[in-house]
């Protein structure tokens, strides 16, 4: 079953979230990643390049619905100002990006940071429903 992808950016991420939140059942996961370079459509965030293609793949090949929301954190010297609203943000407390989130009824409950956020096995542990 397909899942669907909404983008946000710093600007609407709180009406995104809470609009994800409401669209019916399934799993909401959101991905926190840094903005792409228009030169080269990609992240300037090397992990996040490497994590992309595999979260979405199993996205699309989930049984369950799956909502994923996309959240650009901004440039490199945006992402790298230690009071970026994401990082003071006390929900999320991000430390790098890319940040995979499982989002359930307003809370965390499940979380891979940069340098998991590539690994098959924990992203489909992630996304398991018990």
Not at 5 to 17: K, N, P, S, W
Not at 99 to 109: F, P, S
Request: hydrophobic share 40%.
């Amino acid at each position: 079953m397909p899942g669907a992808i909404v983008d946000a950016g710093l600007g609407d991420f709180e009406t995104v979230l809470k609009a994800a939140e409401v669209q019916g059942p399934g799993l909401l996961l959101v991905l926190f990643l840094g903005d792409r370079i228009a030169s080269v459509g990609k992240s300037w965030c090397p992990d996040c390049v490497r994590a992309e293609p595999i979260i979405y793949k199993l996205v699309n090949e989930s049984e369950t619905p799956v909502t994923l929301v996309r959240v650009y954190v901004g440039d490199r010297p945006t992402w790298r100002t230690p009071d970026h609203p994401l990082r003071c943000d006390e929900r999320f407390k991000l430390k790098g990006v890319p940040t995979l989130i499982r989002w359930e009824n307003g809370a965390i409950t499940g979380r891979l940071e940069d340098y998991e956020a590539d690994k098959e096995m924990k992203i489909k542990k992630l996304m398991a429903t018990t």
